[in-house]
């Protein structure tokens, strides 16, 4: 039923920092502040992706899927209420500040808000990248991915799986740590999880695909430029065949910003892998936070 990653919020205390680094560096479009202050950005025709809002400790708001309706999305939300979570129906107001024509919102067992959005608001022609690039890979494959970190692993992978209705792509175990990968349309990967410290959730990274490779490289030198860490060495992961870097955000969350990631079909098979990349991915500043962390 979720067709793909719709849209994102993030709360931060560095809203500010945000407005700069979305549009210098990852090429975002910056559009006028939401009613609380928040930064926005467009990265295609979809009126917003994504949402920074001000806060007092950096955390994922809400993840919002793309459905094909309210048909089915009040499919899907018998099945989310007959698995424990209630799912409450958004105001007027509240889908039109999220440039959406409805959608339906609940928090998961882990933790994280979801919305099941339709009717995502588009303005064709709108799109104007924050620095000169050749634009964002979007589509019917939505923004990107999200991987999140979620105190038990195997609880949210029954969940996401059976529950919210994602596919397996596949896993990879390195080094003891295990983390598990899910579709819903041509993308190899919407969502992935893995397990942080015990009692604890967050997120690891945000992927957005660019369109060319010279895009990734043009963003690694802005970085130098601009005094912004870069947290892994250009590389190409196992799984997906993503060539990306990953740059540290503002707000902790690391941005993956890659190309030329695998495309999948229905008859996809499950693999799994002993190493996340193939080559590069060196980490770079092991004296970061290692990822976007917060009690559950």
């Known amino acids: 039923m979720i067709r793909s990653m719709a849209y994102l919020g993030l709360t931060t205390p560095a809203v500010a920092e945000w407005r700069g680094f979305g549009s210098d560096i990852l090429g975002l479009h910056l559009i006028d502040d939401g009613a609380d202050g928040a930064a926005r950005f467009r990265m295609d025709d ?40 209630v799912l409450t129906r958004a105001s007027a107001e509240e889908a039109a500040a999220r440039r959406v024509a409805g959608f339906y919102a609940f928090t998961d067992p882990m ?10 608001f588009v303005s064709p022609g709108s799109f104007t990248p924050g620095r000169p690039m050749s634009g964002f890979k979007t589509g019917d494959q939505g923004m990107g991915h999200i991987v999140l970190l979620v105190p038990d692993l195997a609880a949210a992978d029954r969940f996401y799986r059976d529950v919210l209705g994602f596919n397996q792509s ?46 990734v490289g043009i963003a690694v030198d802005r970085c130098a430029e601009l005094d912004v860490p870069v947290s892994k060495s250009i590389g190409c992961h196992t799984n997906d065949r993503m060539v990306s870097t990953y740059i540290f955000s503002p707000s902790v969350l690391r941005i993956e910003y890659g ?9 996809w098979e499950p693999k799994s892998y002993t190493r996340t990349s193939i080559w590069g991915h060196k980490e770079l500043r092991p004296d970061l936070p290692p990822a976007m962390i917060v009690g559950n």
């Open 46 to 85: 979809a009126d917003c992706r994504l949402w920074v809002h001000p806060g007092a400790q950096n955390d994922i708001a809400y993840i919002g899927w793309a459905l094909s309706g309210e048909a089915e999305a009040l499919a899907l939300k018998a099945r989310i209420e007959a698995a424990g979570p």
């Open 111 to 120: 933790g994280f808000r979801h919305e099941l959005a339709w009717g995502q």
């Open 170 to 215: 596949d896993r990879i175990t390195d080094g003891g740590r295990e983390l598990l990968f899910y579709h819903c349309n041509g993308r190899h990967h919407s969502l992935a999880i893995g397990s942080p410290a015990p009692g604890m959730r967050g997120a690891h990274h945000l992927m957005l695909e660019v369109n060319s490779l010279d895009d």
């Open 259 to 267: 190309f030329g990631g695998l495309a999948i079909d229905d008859l």
